[in-house]
């Protein structure tokens, strides 16, 4: 049985940073490529990062140069570090991953990200 977990997300302030945290189990975490998506209140969810089983990563336009993805194959483990977060960051972040041949999908349950002062 897949789970993906997602913890770290929170109140945080402009400018500071947050770590977003996402455990996997029940898959082979190596051949599945991870990624973070958020979804506020009224829009749809869009994606925020994801990066491949080897390394190779890909960001929105609105977060590139202030979040980070990465993951640690020993740990089954993707995390996303937010820097100098906005109050348009604001969203409730899911974990997904995604089979590199298939394509079939997993979703975590999401973690709430309040950016606010």
């Known amino acids: 049985q897949v789970q993906l977990v997602e913890s770290g997300g929170g109140l945080v302030q402009p400018g500071g940073s947050l770590r977003l945290s996402c455990v996997t189990s029940g898959m082979s975490f190596s051949i599945y490529t991870m990624g973070w998506y958020r979804q506020a209140p009224g829009k749809q969810r869009e994606m925020v990062a994801d990066i491949t089983g080897g390394g190779t990563t890909n960001y929105a336009d609105s977060v590139k140069g202030r979040f980070t993805i990465s993951r640690d194959n020993a740990k089954n483990t993707m995390y996303l570090q937010m820097d100098r977060p906005k109050p348009e960051d604001t969203a409730v972040y899911y974990c997904?991953?995604?089979?590199?041949?298939?394509?079939?999908?997993?979703w975590g349950q999401g973690t709430q990200v309040t950016v606010s002062s």
């Open positions: 997904n991953a995604r089979h590199r041949s298939t394509f079939l999908g997993y």
